[in-house]
């Protein structure tokens, strides 16, 4: 789906659909909400455990570690277009709006 999004983003806009997705790519393709773990995060997070096993850690006596954070992005631009209004509450806790 990541290399669709853009086409995604075109049908839901033609059929006048709002859509909501699990990363912030989505909403930066068109989707009106992105709610999701920060994947660059998730990335980061990865790699300091890979760095942990390549300096001798057994992986299986590592903790399993889950996303400790999720984001959401409201994209203003698509809720406009679709006539959508997005509540104030929603907005206020969201961690980026684009406009």
Known sequence: MNGER???AALAATTRLPWV???RKFAEAGAVISYGINIWESFRRTATYIDK???GAKPSELP???PS???MIINLKSAKA???TVAPTM???ADEVIE
Do not use: P, W
Request: aromatic share 0%; glycine share 14%; no cysteine.
């Open 53 to 55: 096993i390549l300096k």
């Open 6 to 8: 853009s086409r995604i």
């Open 91 to 93: 907005l206020g806790h």
């Open 64 to 66: 399993v570690e889950l």
């Open 69 to 71: 954070s999720v984001e």
């Open 21 to 23: 997705a699990g990363q």
């Open 82 to 84: 679709l006539g959508l």
